[in-house]
């Protein structure tokens, strides 16, 4: 796979097959530039088996607009298309369509609704909404839910490690084992979601952070290999390093060996003028290691030097680990809080592929389509109820109660006026009994989600940094009750519908069903 | 992220910053340029929870020959090590190491052996062996750990799949699901491991297979919303596909509406002299629903038009199906291995991220370094037995039984001829008490595994199609015992020592230890 085979397929080539196939058939019903709307959200929060989450953190957004400045069929493309096939023989393209995709599309004659990275956000409420010509819309479908999905997993597994971390530092060790390329923008969405750097070179360059790591264990390996040691493989980097001295103590032994060796060239580092930063736990019982090796820098005089853990954590071992040492650290003489305050945490394969769900489902679905300037709004009827579509042009709103804390996010159609309603509604997606009433005294405030990014052409929105997105992340993290935030068991927030979304929806799936009777 | 990011984020800077740091550390220490032998391996095989494989289909190497090609550190990633900075603020690279990866550093200056794609390969057994300067080793070790391990994890999950299959058409359709730009490196593995198609339609160019799909339920709700309905929907497609008429019967009602207005348009097509080629089922009971639809497609006179399975189907639930077709068909007049002979199936999330297992566990690790012309292993003890590596330069073969069955992969110590040993003797790697001997009577054959891929500077290695990776697959799975091959609990092949590994390796933990208690 060579570079130029890299640009191939991530330009508007990074799609599946049957959104072509479609897009001709627009093309030759002469449909093609129908406008059209789309949603696109997901369905669950992730469920990692024993752990699930209560809410996703948003990301993608930018990587989607970068994408689109790319989805242009030049003649490679073009080319390409041309020599495909029917199965009888014949061109399965033809090149009136190819004319058009060549010279009439453009991925930005969409208008493009979304809501923006590092929000918090909650199933079926639509995260992007795209609007514009039929088949450009269907074209991007795939690139679309390819970058956002994966995003906007691996922010909500950093957000859920970060938690665990209570806040102290957490670096993204991923790239190894990560779906090879996709690790940049998984190194991406950590940094989103909760991660303060990554040991990824290139990915830290785009983004904009300093890459951090300490060393390995070969390392210390080529040091024994030639009749010395790991003191001496120590003193080496200490040597070449000073203010940035991190050490991996397990090699051979942690505490006979890895810490005793550590604490001597701390020592030497000291008496020359430096600040040693620290060593890194790679194996074994992190929370009693984590321990006795404090102890013994304690002891030494370096009671602020920073222990790295890493070795398949995630969000739940971490958890463990800070109970355990909760537990287990005064009978050392071992302060539990001081310690779990100079940790910090590296996190690979459990971050990267957000082991245990390892894929968001997002989808992307066709809500309304423009006849004679009418919105005609669509659905797509399932077996399983909370699979049928919400229908239409729609609004996105997020309700504050006068506690301060969100408590629902209120699904509308277009043209509904919240803050008129008194009470205010909220039915639930599919049950007809569930819903409820807030009156405008219970309300705070409320919000409207999704913002413009793409409209007539021009992209409208601003890019803001990852630390404002960050920001963004917090303050919405903290919108949320404490129930809903819980890494395990949390409790479920209301995504909700309006009367008047609720009853066009019922009369849709009348009108279809009936249809299909006759 | 722009192409210019990715473009830099898929080079050199592919890689750990603790890469990097090493590798000035050992250019500091005049042992940039020391020969160092690394082995990437596995340590286990996948277990996906409530099933685990017997064994790996190994891909990744072309991918890796190709990134190797880019591991060039010019003008511009010199400059950004350059503007990186220490904690206190002075330059981290200094001039003259950055000098030399600009000019000395070649990624080519390793010999390199590896495996075949596309054989099947087990836990602890080297795949890939780099021998060349300490510092180039080091610093690709992440691009090859990100390449290799990702792809092996998919093609063997695609093997699964195909397994259960009974080999009918495998289609990958994960492009939604993938870490974003990972979806090419999948759909490459898939198509090496057991999938026979792709819908991503730019990484099936780049690979050489047509790309494939049907139509999304979009479609029809278009023609729905515009007052018209599905037949309309598929009127339109056979007019414009007359000869790839595959057809999505699950918008509205499966049984009800999809399959009797599929089978009207195959009427229609029939008549015009067309082969319709069939239908795809993408919710509810696929099993129930596929004996059904096959029911009124016979009655109708489709006896052989394909049906096509999709929605989060994994090797499980696709044996599952297969098992209920078998017990429920007949009930309905329908021959179930017919039934099961049409069958083809579309496999998004659950290949594309191998969810249950979404890592491979590969590691790359140091086992021997050069002194004074002489090769000296490495050893890095683990707490946990199984870790401790097989230190040293090693070869790797695999041992046939008068059975025609791969009956171990036995690992030596370089020179060592496994044909003079009468018996053979094969060591468990960790526990003592554990061996077998197998007379030269009970041996088919032995089959050296690695094969040099680059050697004194030069790629001497013909890059096979996938069409032949996929013969030897066929031909390596069928060399081994069916308990291995089984989806759950499978039997443990053996991967064991020769004495004299064991030994050396016994000697070396015994020294390390005794290093240590000094």
Same mark, same amino acid.
């Given at each position: 796979m060579k570079l130029d085979h890299i640009k191939h397929a991530s330009g508007p080539l990074m799609t599946d097959q049957y959104q072509l196939t479609m897009a001709q058939l627009y093309y030759r019903m002469g449909l093609h530039e129908t406008n059209a709307q789309f949603d696109h959200f997901y369905r669950s929060n992730p469920d990692y088996g024993v752990h699930k989450a209560g809410y996703c953190i948003n990301a993608g957004l930018e990587t989607v607009l970068d994408w689109l400045d790319r989805v242009v069929?030049?003649? #490679?493309?073009?080319?390409? *298309?041309?020599?495909?096939?029917?199965?009888?023989?014949?061109?399965l393209f033809a090149d009136d369509f190819l004319g058009w995709l060549?010279?009439?599309?453009?991925?930005?004659?969409?208008?493009?609704? $979304?809501?923006? #990275?590092?929000?918090?956000?909650?199933?079926n409420v639509p995260i992007h909404v795209v609007e514009g010509p039929l088949a450009v819309g269907q074209i991007i479908e795939t690139g679309l839910l390819n970058i956002a999905n994966y995003q906007t997993l691996i922010a909500t597994k950093a957000a859920r490690i970060k938690h665990s971390c209570r806040g102290? !530092? *957490?670096? #993204?060790?991923?790239?190894?084992?990560?779906q090879s390329l996709g690790a940049i923008s998984g190194a991406r969405a950590a940094l989103i979601g909760g991660a303060d750097f990554s040991s990824n070179v290139g990915a830290s360059q785009i983004f904009g952070f300093p890459p951090k790591g300490t060393h390995a264990h070969s390392m210390v390996q080529v040091f024994m290999g030639l009749g010395e040691g790991e003191l001496a493989a120590f003193q080496a980097y200490a040597e070449i390093y000073p203010d940035d001295c991190l050490l991996l103590v397990d090699t051979i032994d942690t505490l006979q060996s890895g810490v005793p060796n550590a604490i001597r060239v701390f020592e030497d580092l000291r008496r020359k003028g430096h600040r040693p930063v620290g060593i890194r736990l790679d194996s074994?019982? !992190?929370?009693?290691?984590?321990? *006795?090796? $404090?102890?013994? !820098?304690?002891? $030494?005089?370096f009671p602020d030097v920073t222990i790295v853990l890493s070795n398949d954590l995630d969000e739940l071992v971490i958890w463990q680990i800070i109970t355990q040492i909760q537990e287990e650290a005064e009978r050392y003489g071992v302060d539990p809080d001081k310690l779990i305050k100079r940790l910090a945490y590296g996190v690979g394969t459990h971050l990267i592929t957000s082991t245990g769900n390892s894929a968001l489902d997002g989808v992307y679905k066709l809500v309304a389509i423009c006849q004679d300037n009418q919105w005609i709004p669509t659905l797509k009827i399932s077996e399983n109820p909370d699979k049928t579509l919400n229908p239409g042009n729609k609004r996105v709103w997020r309700v504050y109660d006068n506690r301060g804390k969100a408590t629902a996010d209120l699904i509308t159609l277009q043209g509904e006026d919240?803050?008129?309603?008194?009470? !205010?509604?909220?039915?639930?997606? +599919?049950?007809? +009994?569930?819903?409820?009433?807030l009156g405008q005294d219970e309300i705070d405030h409320v919000e409207k989600l999704l913002e413009p990014v793409i409209f007539n052409g021009e992209v409208v929105y601003e890019r803001p940094t990852i630390e404002h997105m960050r920001e963004v992340r917090d303050a919405d993290i903290e919108y949320l009750d404490p129930g809903v935030r819980r890494i395990m068991n949390p409790h479920i927030y209301h995504v909700s519908l309006s009367r008047k979304l609720w009853d066009l929806k019922q009369s849709l799936i009348k009108k279809t069903k009936n249809q299909n009777a006759k």
């Open positions: 069929f030049g003649e #490679e493309e073009l080319e390409y *298309l041309r020599s495909q096939r029917s199965s009888v023989g014949g061109q060549g010279n009439d599309f453009s991925a930005k004659a969409i208008n493009l609704y $979304a809501l923006p #990275e590092g929000r918090v956000v909650h199933p102290q !530092l *957490l670096m #993204e060790f991923g790239l190894r084992r990560a074994g019982d !992190l929370a009693h290691l984590s321990i *006795l090796a $404090a102890k013994m !820098l304690n002891n $030494a005089g919240v803050t008129a309603y008194s009470p !205010l509604e909220l039915r639930h997606p +599919t049950m007809a +009994t569930k819903h409820r009433f």
